[in-house]
């Protein structure tokens, strides 16, 4: 589960498997279901039982995947993966290629996802790109004059910063 994006059928048959027996029904017959499914799912501060979700679970774990290989870069499935499918640049810009691996696409569909809510911590800046990567709570900068970033050539956070600093 923590290795592909299970299709969403499968993650709906094992929810109506947890939910049957949460009820009391069996095979032949089903039980009552007194609060909605969803409601269940939900975190216990909010009144829920803090039952999982399956579908946003299988896409955490794919995710935590993707946050190896770009943490780990050194490990096999990193050195693999970077061979294979983006090893001309960066994990984040890299293309599906032609006939990937289930894997592989079960990374990039979580991709966006964490694109959206991840943010950069800058240290020393050298790996972050001014304009295109999320390091500012609301996103990258946009309002920007070509003329001025040309004459300056900004493009790392590191050259905003002062050396001695």
């Given amino acids: 589960m923590s290795c592909f994006v299970l299709p969403d059928g499968l993650c709906d048959e094992i929810e109506s498997m947890i939910s049957r027996f949460y009820w009391g029904g069996d095979v032949s017959r089903r039980g009552i279901h007194w609060v909605k499914w969803k409601t269940v799912c939900q975190p216990k501060q909010v009144g829920g039982l803090g039952f999982r979700d399956f579908k946003s679970f299988n896409l955490a774990l794919v995710s935590k995947n993707w946050w190896r290989i770009h943490n780990y870069p050194d490990s096999l499935l990193g050195r693999v993966f970077e061979a294979v499918y983006f090893s001309s640049g960066s994990m984040e810009s890299a293309k ?25 911590r800058i240290g020393v800046g050298s790996k972050v790109r001014i304009w295109e990567d999320n390091w500012l709570t609301n996103g990258p900068p946009v309002n920007f004059r070509q003329d001025v970033v040309d004459e300056h050539g900004l493009v790392k956070v590191a050259d905003l910063m002062l050396p001695s600093n």
């Fill in 96 to 120: 599906r290629g032609y006939r990937p691996s289930y894997a592989w696409s079960s990374i990039l569909k979580t991709l966006s996802m964490i694109q959206k809510g991840s943010c950069w």
